[in-house]
Structures are given as C-alpha cells and as structure tokens.
C-alpha cells in the first residue's frame, strides 16, 4: 500500500534533484524542490512548496544527503520548522549518508562529541530518519545516537556484494579496520566470499598504520569493503600491503564515496584497480542503485 499523493510529498535541494527523482519514482511519490538564495553575506533564504492554501501536506519527506555538512545542517533546521508551521505533522529525513558519526567519544578533554550533537539536533527537528550504513563503532542502534521514534537503517553491503560477484565471481574480501568487519560478514555471507579483516590504528587525518590479518592473498583478485572512503589512506595502504603480499588485483568497494581532495589519486597510486560504490554520495564511481531499499523503506515509515 502505497500513501496517497496528497498526504506526502518529498522535498529535495536542487543539487540533488537526481537521486530525489528517483526515490520518488521507486517510492510511487510526488518530489518538489525547495527553493534556496543566497544573500550576498551568506545567509541563506528557504522557500518550501506550499500549495494553493499555504500549506504542506500531513506527511513531509526531506531528502538531504549529508556530505559537506555543515550548511546543509542549517538548511534542515530552516526547512523542518518551516514546514511544521505550514502543517507538516510527520517529518522524515532521508540522509542516505549521515555525517559527523565518527566521532563518538571524546579522544582528549574538551572535544566535543559530534555524534551525540548532530544526533540530538536531528532529533529536535525529525521523527524519522532513514539512512545507509552510519558509521556506528562504540553503539549499536541508531536510535542510540539519534533518539527519533523511527530510526531506520539500511545497509550498501549486500548490494555491493553483489556487484562483486557479478565482477570478481572468486573475490578475497577483506575489511581493512575493525569496523568494517559488520559489512564485510553480510557481504561473505551473502555469496560465500573467502573473507578477512585487517586492523588499523589511526594516527592522524592522514595517517595510519595497518597490519593484515593472517592470510594467503597470493594471486587472489582482493576486493577491500568499507563502509566510507574519505582521504582514502587507508584503502590505499590495506591495497599496498596486499599487493605486497602477492595479490593479483585490488579493487575497492564501499558505501560513501566521500573521496576527499587526492583520494582517488592515492588510491590508483597504491594499485587500486576499480572503484565501486553506491550512489548514497554522488559520484563517478557509483555502480549501485539505493533508490529501490530507500523507497521501501520510506513507504513502510510514512505507513505508521
Ligand atoms: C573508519 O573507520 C571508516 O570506516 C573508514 O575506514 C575511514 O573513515 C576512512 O578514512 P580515510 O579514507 O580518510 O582513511
């Protein structure tokens, strides 16, 4: 059962009209743009499509994916109020990726956990949240970091384990830190990948150092899955290290292609072959469709 036109509508920025046509069309929904100025001091003026009346309907959907984060942060606040006051009585956020979740502790006095910030924010202004592979490490619910009545999360590993099958049919998969051990046992488990996981240790923005697990990558096709590449320092040195350990071929799978500044650079400089991700950040290396999960789960969210 799908929820009629005029009780929903999914409101999207026009550098994302692409995605927010698709969720729309997979989700059977009608997709309006926000309008967005901005003043030549930099603030910014939001226009939310009303209809004749003034008003939005009962069930507003706000896709924002949350990449370069910070002035779309004050977006989301000026659109969810805005649209409360003109009827929006289920708000939703679709963030198909969700920024500021990897720092969660306070490393050294005084730093300011932006997990439980930016969570606490987003739940002051949405009752639901729906969002793929958040990188959750010292919890292990969203609804830990994000206390809304719906917390939805989906995961890019099994569709990327798909595509690794259909590339690279006899893959070695392997995780290079202890958290992406959760993606790379649903992506093993999915097609009966031989799989392993390296350990890391950050040192900085930029640096870490890695040690491989116990394994034979002698002339195996590895494929590394994460659930991000930012910098991409660490895909680069797991692929390093894996080449040196006699690999055939490394190529790099994973959710967020954040791919920072020389990310891609480094990555092809350290051997990487292909590139895959999903396409929750817009990127030349998308190679997998979240449309469809995103719609259905939308669907059962604006059922309740
Ligand atoms: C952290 O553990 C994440 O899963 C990624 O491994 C990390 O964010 C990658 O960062 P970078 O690409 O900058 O090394």
């Not at 956990?113 to 987003?122: E, W």
């Not at 999915?190 to 799989?195: E, K, L, S």
Request: with cysteine; net charge neutral.
């Amino acid at each position: 059962m799908t929820v009629a036109p005029h009780q929903a509508c999914l409101l999207y920025f026009a550098d994302e009209e692409a995605p927010a046509l698709r969720l729309a069309q997979a989700a059977g929904m009608t997709a309006q743009a926000v309008e967005r100025h901005r003043f030549p001091d930099g603030e910014l003026k939001l226009r939310l499509p009303v209809n004749a009346a003034g008003r939005l309907p009962r069930r507003v959907v706000l896709l924002r994916s949350l990449h370069q984060p910070n002035e779309k942060l004050v977006e989301l606040l000026l659109a969810a109020r805005t649209a409360r006051s003109l009827g929006a009585q289920q708000l939703t956020l679709v963030a198909p990726y969700l920024a500021y979740m990897r720092q969660d502790i306070a490393f050294h006095p005084g730093e300011a956990v932006s997990q439980q910030v930016v969570g606490g924010f987003l739940a002051g202004l949405f009752d639901a949240v729906i969002t793929v592979d958040p990188h959750l490490h010292r919890i292990n619910r969203l609804e830990q970091a994000i206390t809304v009545p719906q917390a939805v999360v989906l995961s890019g590993a099994e569709p990327l384990a798909d595509l690794i099958a259909d590339r690279r049919p006899n893959a070695l998969l392997v995780g290079p830190d202890g958290e992406s051990a959760q993606w790379i046992a649903q992506a093993a488990a999915r097609h009966g990948f031989d799989h392993a996981v390296c350990t890391k240790v950050r040192h900085g923005d930029r640096h870490v150092a890695i040690e491989l697990p116990s394994l034979n990558a002698q002339g195996r096709a590895v494929v590394l899955l994460d659930d991000m590449a930012s910098t991409g320092r660490t895909l680069a040195l797991a692929a390093r290290l894996l080449l040196q350990a006699g690999a055939a071929s490394v190529d790099v799978a994973v959710t967020h292609a954040l791919f920072a500044g020389d990310a891609l650079q480094v990555l092809h400089e350290a051997g990487v072959g292909e590139v895959w991700s999903t396409d929750c950040i817009p990127h030349p290396s998308n190679a997998v469709a979240m449309a469809g999960p995103l719609a259905t789960a939308l669907q059962s969210v604006l059922r309740t």
